[in-house]
C-alpha cells in the first residue's frame, strides 16, 4: 500500500529565514504529488502540484518543491518564510495504479518567530 | 470561484447517538470525498463517490456510512457515534473523472463524541 512520511512533526524557523519540509513516499510507480497547506481554522488550500515534466515546480505564495525519484522525495521549499506561512502543511500522493486515491501525510506544523 | 460547505463547523454528540454531516459542491462535480483529520495521522479516506448513488470505501469506512442523493450533496452519516470518532471532518471535491486533481476542500467539521 502506498504512504506518504513527513519526518518533521513541527518546525520552527524564524521570519526571513529559508523553510525545507521533507516528503517521502512508497511505491513503485510514477506518483502525482501534492503540496496542501491548511492556516489556523481554514481548509486544506493546494499549494502546487506535479505530474510530469519539470522536477521543479512552483507554487503558490512563493513555494517551489522539487521531485527527486531517486529518492523519492517532493520536499517543500520557500526562501524567505513570512509570519503568515505558519500553518501546517501535508504532502500528499496519488497513484494511477492505485485508483488515483490521495494519500496523505502526517503533517508538518510550521511555526514562525518574529 | 469553487465553493464547498459543510453543514456546521462545530457539532457534540453523545455515545450511540446518530450523526450526519453534510457536504455540498456547487461545481457541478462528479467526485465527491470524506476524510477524517487526526494529530499526526494526516488525512485518511473514509468514502468517496464518483457519481450520484455510487459510494466507494476508502482506507477507514468502519463505523461510517454515505448518502448521495443528488449530485451536489455527499452526507457522512455515523450510525452510532462513539467517542473514538470525535475528529475533524474534511469533505472534498475535485473537478476531473478520471486521473488525480486537485482537491477543493470545505471547511471542516470539528466533532466531540461525548
Known amino acids: 500500500a502506498q504512504s506518504v512520511t513527513q519526518p518533521d512533526i513541527h518546525i520552527t524557523v524564524s521570519e526571513g529565514a529559508s523553510l525545507e519540509l521533507r516528503c517521502n513516499y512508497s511505491y513503485g510507480a510514477t506518483p502525482y504529488l501534492f503540496w496542501y497547506v491548511q492556516s489556523p481554522g481554514q481548509g486544506l488550500q493546494l499549494l502546487l502540484k506535479?505530474?510530469?515534466?519539470?522536477?521543479l515546480v512552483q507554487g503558490i505564495k512563493g513555494f517551489e518543491a522539487e521531485f527527486k525519484r531517486s529518492q523519492s522525495s517532493f520536499n517543500l521549499r520557500k526562501p524567505s518564510v513570512h509570519w503568515s506561512d505558519a500553518a501546517e502543511y501535508f504532502c500528499?500522493?496519488?497513484?494511477?495504479?492505485?485508483?488515483?486515491?490521495?494519500?496523505f501525510g502526517g503533517g508538518t506544523r510550521v511555526l514562525v518567530k518574529p | 470561484d469553487v465553493k464547498v460547505t459543510q453543514s456546521s463547523r462545530y457539532l457534540v454528540k453523545r455515545t450511540g447517538e446518530k450523526v450526519f454531516l453534510e457536504c455540498v459542491q456547487d461545481?457541478?462535480?462528479?467526485?465527491m470525498f470524506w476524510y477524517r483529520q487526526d494529530p499526526g495521522l494526516g488525512l485518511r479516506l473514509i468514502y468517496f463517490s464518483y457519481d450520484v448513488k455510487m459510494k466507494e470505501k476508502g482506507d477507514i469506512p468502519e463505523g461510517y456510512s454515505v448518502s448521495r442523493e443528488k449530485k451536489e450533496r455527499f452526507s457522512l452519516i455515523l450510525e452510532s457515534a462513539s467517542t473514538n470518532q470525535t475528529s475533524m471532518y474534511l469533505c472534498a471535491s475535485p473537478p476531473g473523472t478520471g486521473g488525480p486533481d486537485t482537491q477543493y476542500f470545505g471547511p471542516g467539521t470539528r466533532l466531540t463524541v461525548l
Open positions: 500528499a500522493v496519488a497513484f494511477k495504479a492505485a485508483g488515483n486515491k490521495l494519500t
Open positions: 461545481m457541478d462535480h462528479e467526485n
Open positions: 506535479y505530474f510530469s515534466g519539470d522536477t
